[in-house]
């Protein structure tokens, strides 16, 4: 809800993100992803500028009471061990947490999950209450490269899409990779395209007191970070670490494989639970918390990437932040922010991957070390920055 201020972003009297997502993950006992965080950090903005948090009910967004803001900003929604009592706990906050009242007739609402967007009542919802809506489009996966999204995630996508270029007045994007997909799509299908900001997602370095130990003090291992899926290409990763355990035997580098098991991963899974010849030289860690993830990625002697599609690509991001070289697929959303930084190779090259696996494990890696030199010219990207570029572009809608 508004505090009654004067709202500082827009004309509107009152001004809301929305936390569906958020909240449906933390009832589904679900670690944070990328899109999680980006959320997180956005109820975080709104919140230190008066503004409320909502949450799609039916198809009206409803508002959250000032209680709920705290639990979900301070983190007291967060999974624990104890995953029945925590869900019976969430569902019963979440009973108390939802007004029975709409948003404000005439509010401006931000929208930085693809949570409801392909829901044509609420779409009708809002205009009939003369509210502004701005949406973060993440990316367009699901469009360009169905054959890594779920069977019937296309049509569901190209409905948000249709939905948020006729019908919002504004639209958020994390780079200019995604910008140029939205407006191809939208010039395919015939569709206006309604202002557009460029907004890099923001990195903040956690602080981790007392420090995280990890249980590989002094052997050399490398990161993969993501949902464990197809896109994500660790079955090219897994399977080259079958080749490095046959050429290096008990010398080779360990994998540390970071992130939730997703969907038709099968095959990764069979080969991660399965794989005798390579198993004592992975660790998987299906529920890292940040600082545990900041602390792997601290020390390894690269972060890998060989994905076959981003949107943005926050793992990167976070590891060059926090001074890890990255070995990465040259997509061009990665390459938009960090440069010629990271060593590259084609998602489809396993040979060059192999090699540069090899080179950056060795004591003293003349590839490692250039890489660690070319970091100092990195430009980190903050959430304060990202957010000065949004308020920006909230204050030019009403102009």
Same mark, same amino acid.
């Given at each position: /809800?508004?505090?009654?201020?004067?709202?500082?972003? *827009?004309?509107?009297?009152?001004?809301? $993100?929305? $936390? *569906?997502?958020?909240?449906?993950?933390?009832?589904?006992?679900?670690?944070?992803?990328?899109?999680?965080?980006?959320?997180?950090?956005?109820?975080?903005?709104?919140?230190?500028?008066?503004?409320?948090?909502?949450?799609?009910?039916?198809?009206?967004?409803k508002t959250l009471s000032r209680n709920a803001w705290g639990k979900i900003l301070l983190g007291e929604l967060q999974p624990g061990s104890a995953e029945r009592l925590y869900r019976h706990r969430v569902l019963f906050l979440l009973r108390s947490l939802v007004f029975r009242k709409p948003i404000s007739e005439g509010a401006s609402v931000t929208i930085s999950t693809h949570s409801w967007l392909g829901c044509w009542n609420t779409w009708q919802w809002l205009a009939k209450r003369r509210c502004k809506s701005i949406v973060f489009i993440h990316d367009l996966i699901p469009v360009q490269f169905p054959e890594y999204s779920n069977p019937r995630e296309k049509k569901r996508h190209?409905?948000?899409?249709?939905?948020? =270029?006729?019908?919002?007045?504004?639209?958020?994007?994390?780079?200019?990779?995604?910008?140029?997909?939205?407006?191809?799509?939208?010039?395919?299908?015939?569709?206006? $395209?309604?202002?557009? =900001?460029?907004?890099?997602?923001?990195?903040d370095t956690p602080v981790t007191e007392p420090a995280i130990e990890i249980p590989l003090q002094g052997v050399p291992y490398f990161v993969v970070l993501g949902t464990i899926e197809p896109r994500k290409n660790h079955l090219l990763l897994l399977t080259l670490w079958r080749e490095l355990v046959r050429r290096h035997g008990s010398a080779s580098p360990r994998l540390v494989v970071i992130g939730r098991r997703g969907w038709e991963c099968e095959q990764i899974v069979d080969i991660l639970?399965?794989?005798?010849?390579?198993?004592?030289?992975?660790?998987?860690?299906?529920?890292?918390?940040?600082?545990? $993830?900041?602390?792997?990625?601290?020390?390894?002697?690269?972060?890998? /990437?060989?994905? !076959?599609?981003?949107?943005?690509?926050?793992?990167?991001?976070?590891?060059?932040?926090?001074?890890?070289?990255?070995?990465?697929?040259? =997509?061009?959303?990665?390459?938009?922010?960090?440069?010629?930084?990271?060593?590259?190779?084609? *998602?489809?090259?396993?040979?060059?991957?192999?090699?540069?696996?090899?080179?950056?494990?060795?004591?003293?890696?003349? =590839?490692?070390?250039?890489?660690?030199?070319?970091?100092?010219?990195?430009?980190? *990207?903050?959430?304060?920055?990202?957010?000065?570029?949004?308020?920006? !572009?909230?204050?030019?809608?009403?102009?």
């Amino acid at each position: /809800m508004s505090t009654g201020k004067k709202n500082p972003l *827009t004309k509107q009297s009152a001004f809301y $993100v929305d $936390v *569906t997502r958020l909240l449906r993950r933390h009832v589904g006992s679900i670690h944070h992803t990328g899109i999680d965080r980006v959320n997180l950090e956005y109820a975080r903005w709104i919140h230190g500028l008066g503004g409320g948090l909502c949450l799609h009910r039916g198809f009206e967004l409803k508002t959250l009471s000032r209680n709920a803001w705290g639990k979900i900003l301070l983190g007291e929604l967060q999974p624990g061990s104890a995953e029945r009592l925590y869900r019976h706990r969430v569902l019963f906050l979440l009973r108390s947490l939802v007004f029975r009242k709409p948003i404000s007739e005439g509010a401006s609402v931000t929208i930085s999950t693809h949570s409801w967007l392909g829901c044509w009542n609420t779409w009708q919802w809002l205009a009939k209450r003369r509210c502004k809506s701005i949406v973060f489009i993440h990316d367009l996966i699901p469009v360009q490269f169905p054959e890594y999204s779920n069977p019937r995630e296309k049509k569901r996508h190209i409905q948000r899409l249709e939905n948020t =270029l006729t019908h919002s007045q504004g639209i958020i994007v994390n780079s200019r990779c995604t910008e140029s997909a939205l407006r191809r799509h939208a010039h395919s299908e015939g569709l206006p $395209v309604p202002p557009v =900001l460029v907004a890099p997602l923001g990195h903040d370095t956690p602080v981790t007191e007392p420090a995280i130990e990890i249980p590989l003090q002094g052997v050399p291992y490398f990161v993969v970070l993501g949902t464990i899926e197809p896109r994500k290409n660790h079955l090219l990763l897994l399977t080259l670490w079958r080749e490095l355990v046959r050429r290096h035997g008990s010398a080779s580098p360990r994998l540390v494989v970071i992130g939730r098991r997703g969907w038709e991963c099968e095959q990764i899974v069979d080969i991660l639970e399965r794989c005798e010849a390579i198993h004592p030289f992975l660790i998987e860690r299906n529920d890292a918390s940040d600082a545990e $993830v900041s602390a792997w990625i601290t020390g390894a002697k690269a972060l890998l /990437m060989p994905s !076959f599609a981003e949107g943005f690509g926050m793992p990167v991001q976070e590891a060059l932040a926090l001074g890890t070289p990255v070995i990465s697929s040259p =997509l061009p959303a990665i390459r938009e922010f960090a440069e010629a930084i990271p060593d590259y190779a084609e *998602t489809y090259d396993g040979t060059r991957w192999l090699e540069l696996i090899e080179a950056y494990a060795s004591p003293d890696s003349p =590839l490692r070390s250039a890489q660690i030199h070319r970091l100092q010219a990195f430009k980190e *990207t903050t959430w304060p920055g990202h957010f000065c570029l949004v308020e920006e !572009f909230l204050r030019s809608l009403d102009s």
